[in-house]
């Protein structure tokens, strides 16, 4: 092969490529890679970057940054990750609080047919998920569960990089297990949920009542600085985030307990304390590494790149 040769092959590999959209409330990141990247790791980016979220015009604001960010290149597949319920089987955005021109809109059809390449659309929980499993702290284990502990708390099981969805596409949803049965009203609806207990809210509650000021942040400099008040309410939560695992431990089983989101910022108070829970209260149960996140904010669009990379040569 001459030099020349071999900088058209190299040009060629670079030109076919798949691109990965994570779509949030105020912003949209991208994240574009060549087609035949390893799986086995984050790959080196062609192109990555940031646009302010087209709220009013959506389908048309994205196929616009899918336009400008592809270039002369050719796309063998497009995955977008949206903050909402999103029926991903069939491309459609159920609901999206964040961006409500996108509820009821079937964007995977839409930007198929305004693209001419193949469209997912999938939930950005799940993308980060699947992110964090395979390229983040659960790197190099097959089962893991990846739970967000934020305003809400999120959960999803991924193995062998796919998330496992349940028979109707809710499993996972480990802020709803009952943890005190006469505890305060939830969101779902039910009482005692464990999202009424370390959500950031209940957290952001819980604190003030014990004579705090400030958000969950204060919260945890407080616990930091030995504040008993303090002590007294993150030790509750992790309490609680310890119950949860071991339940979840003795339904799932899994390899690898990755736990990010908000609340689970370094110095990683709840999680270490409720690791240290859950070793002293199991009994049969095999506890696996608990373990913080570690892609951060680019985890959801790390998530989308490595679903287009799998999904290649599938339900073209
Ligand atoms: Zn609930």
Do not use: Y
């Not at 909402?84 to 079937?106: F, K, M, Q």
């Amino acid at each position: 092969m001459t030099d020349t040769e071999a900088a058209a092959t190299i040009v060629a590999a670079d030109a076919i490529a798949v691109l990965g959209i994570d779509v949030g409330g105020s912003s949209v990141k991208h994240l574009l890679a060549r087609a035949d990247a390893s799986t086995a790791r984050p790959p080196e980016p062609l192109a990555r970057g940031r646009n302010a979220t087209p709220k009013s015009a959506p389908v048309d604001g994205l196929a616009a940054i899918v336009e400008a960010v592809r270039g002369d290149r050719r796309l063998t597949r497009l995955v977008l990750s949206i903050p909402g319920i999103v029926d991903e089987a069939r491309g459609i955005v159920v609901r999206s609080t964040n961006i409500p021109a996108l509820d009821g809109c079937a964007l995977g059809d839409r930007l198929e047919a305004e693209l001419g390449i193949p469209v997912d659309v999938i939930n950005d929980g799940h993308a980060a998920a699947v992110a964090e499993a395979s390229w983040g702290a659960g790197a190099g284990v097959d089962d893991v569960f990846v739970l967000a502990l934020g305003t809400g708390i999120a959960g999803a099981h991924v193995v062998g990089g796919r998330v496992v969805p349940g028979a109707h596409g809710s499993a996972g949803e480990l802020g709803h297990i009952t943890i005190d049965p006469s505890g305060s009203v939830c969101s779902c609806g039910r009482r005692g949920c464990l999202e009424t207990i370390i959500g950031a809210p209940a957290l952001r509650a819980a604190w003030a009542e014990a004579g705090g000021s400030g958000g969950t942040e204060s919260l945890f400099a407080a616990h930091t600085d030995g504040h008993a008040a303090a002590k007294r309410v993150v030790e509750h939560a992790a309490s609680a985030l310890a119950e949860a695992i071991l339940t979840l431990c003795a339904l799932v089983d899994p390899g690898c307990i990755v736990i990010g989101g908000g609340l689970a910022q370094a110095p990683h108070h709840l999680v270490t304390l409720a690791a240290r829970f859950v070793a002293e209260r199991a009994t049969f149960h095999r506890i696996p590494p608990i373990v913080p996140a570690t892609l951060g904010e680019w985890a959801g669009a790390n998530g989308t790149v490595l679903t287009a990379l799998l999904r290649q040569g599938t339900l073209v």
